[in-house]
């Protein structure tokens, strides 16, 4: 009885895949340039940065505030804060127990005074009415206010009042922990003003939404734009409400955090809407933090800033070079292997690898302009790592083709029933490695998720290459007379393949 073989798909157009992947090469290199992204961004451990410790400020009565739980949601605010500027592989974490547990911030780079500014803030937004305004500067005008208290004031308010020195920097530092159902007196930011305010009406946590935005009609200025949940809405509407109808100062509502005012703008009319808008002559940078710390919520707990220490790199270089010397070692075995055991097939390993490298690397680049990633030693480790599971690819796929060979079939059906037969093994396996990736990124914290990162990261690259360049490039090279004829360099001869074997002695 006779069998009739299947023919085999050929390969549709390597040419036209490998033109597409180096079009991509291309403009991953033009963006790379375009966007200024000519070097990578090391972590904290290999080029240093700054660290910052914060210390809970205990006023008296108030030793029970200071809880674990306090703490722990106070490094999980700062922790997000941190993430939402793009800032990887910052490390931020409590030591210490009791009332003398601290949080210890440590960021990378020449940026981290920035974002410790940021972080410790305990952003305290509270909506209040203005019972009084005055000069944050004394004067005449001072004496005026002390001598004629404000009407329904306690007095101990009106002295304060009185006595309030906006031009003192101290003044304008902010309390951050100013009571929302008491009375207060505060300084505007800049220090031209002193209020009397009313207690709190609307409070921070009733934020649902904050952002930064650019008023271009109103001379582009910034603003940090509010929307309020139900309950801040509510509180919000009536507040607008009952102010309208009021004379100067009382129909007007400070904006204040953290104990100064941001802004006092006088209400004309209801704003039912839920939405509010913070000006006060923000940059760029202040309203889009302002609006940060506002979307994560105000920290638990005031904080008073201790130490500002400068990170030393001088241990991660030395590290940085041992792993650095332990993957080019690591490439250069896989490489010296490829080429021994699978010789001139082994020059698709070279190629492939290079490829590869040359793909991570420009996006290594690019992922440190756009989204702030940094890479440590962890991230390297992730890099060694995935060299093993590129090589495991190739060689799934040629040892599935030199199978298909010795079953009967040329070369170039080999090629194409190999592919057909090895694609799925690959796939399966790189993704088992994609989900492991996945969960240590998001389950677990520091380096570990840069680990995470690279090894995912190198992994989806490996997909790429095996599907865009080594098998568009294992079918071209199928059909030179070099391959096919089963040259004894080419790794397909007799011998190579195990199909006869050197003669024994008698």
């Known amino acids: 009885m006779s069998t009739t073989t299947k023919p085999v798909k050929t390969s549709a157009r390597p040419g036209r895949t490998l033109a597409i992947l180096a079009l991509v090469l291309f403009a991953l290199l033009g963006a790379v340039f375009i966007q200024g992204a000519t070097q990578v961004r090391l972590g904290l451990d290999l080029r240093g940065g700054t660290s910052v410790t914060l ?66 803030q305990t952003a305290e937004l509270r909506f209040r009415q203005v019972l009084a305004e005055t000069s944050g500067v004394p004067n005449l005008s001072d004496t005026a206010t002390a001598a004629t208290p404000v009407a329904g004031i306690a007095p101990d308010v009106n002295a304060r009042f009185a006595k309030l020195d906006c031009s003192i920097d101290a003044n304008r530092q902010g309390t951050g922990s100013d009571a929302a159902d008491q009375a207060i007196v505060a300084c505007s930011r800049e220090g031209g003003s002193k209020y009397i305010l009313a207690p709190a009406e609307v409070l921070g946590r009733q934020v649902s939404k904050a952002s930064a935005g650019l008023d271009t009609q109103g001379g582009s200025i910034w603003y940090v734009s509010l929307t309020f949940n139900d309950e801040g809405t509510k509180a919000f509407g009536a507040l607008t409400t009952r102010v ?94 490829s080429i021994l055991y699978y010789r001139g097939l082994g020059l698709i390993t070279v190629g492939s690898l290079a490829i590869a490298a040359g793909l991570v690397y420009l996006l290594i680049l690019l992922l440190g302009k756009w989204i702030g990633f940094t890479l440590t030693l962890a991230g390297i480790a992730g890099l060694i790592v995935a060299i093993g599971i590129t090589a495991d690819s190739f060689i799934v796929y040629f040892e599935r083709i030199r199978d298909e060979v010795r079953e009967g079939r040329s070369l170039r059906s080999a090629v194409e029933t190999g592919w057909t037969r090895a694609r799925r093994t690959i796939i399966v396996a790189d993704f088992v490695s994609i989900i492991a990736a996945v969960l240590l990124y998001f389950f677990a914290v520091g380096g570990v998720r840069g680990f995470a990162f690279t090894l995912g990261l190198t992994t989806l690259v490996d997909l790429v290459v095996v599907f865009a360049f080594t098998k568009p490039i294992t079918s071209i090279i199928s059909r030179l007379n070099f391959y096919s004829s089963g040259h004894p360099l080419s790794g397909f001869s007799a011998k190579s393949l195990g199909t006869i074997s050197a003669p024994k002695e008698a």
């Open 55 to 120: 210390q809970p400020r205990i006023a008296p009565g108030e030793d029970g505030k200071v809880t674990n739980e306090a703490i722990d949601q106070a490094v999980s605010i700062i922790r997000q804060r941190v993430n939402s500027l793009g800032v990887a592989e910052s490390e931020v974490t409590a030591q210490g127990s009791g009332t003398n547990r601290q949080i210890v911030i440590s960021v990378p780079g020449d940026t981290g005074r920035r974002v410790v500014e940021l972080v410790g």
């Open 244 to 337: 309208t109808s009021l004379t100067t100062p009382l129909n007007q509502v400070a904006i204040v955090l953290d104990g100064l005012v941001v802004s006092a703008p006088r209400i004309n009319e209801p704003i039912p809407s839920g939405n509010a808008q913070i000006t006060g002559s923000f940059t760029q940078t202040e309203a889009a933090d302002l609006a940060n710390v506002l979307k994560y919520g105000a920290l638990p707990l005031a904080f008073d800033r201790g130490e500002v220490q400068q990170i030393s790199p001088t241990l991660g270089s030395d590290q940085l070079q041992a792993g650095l010397l332990a993957g080019a070692l690591g490439l250069i075995l896989v490489l010296i292997y």
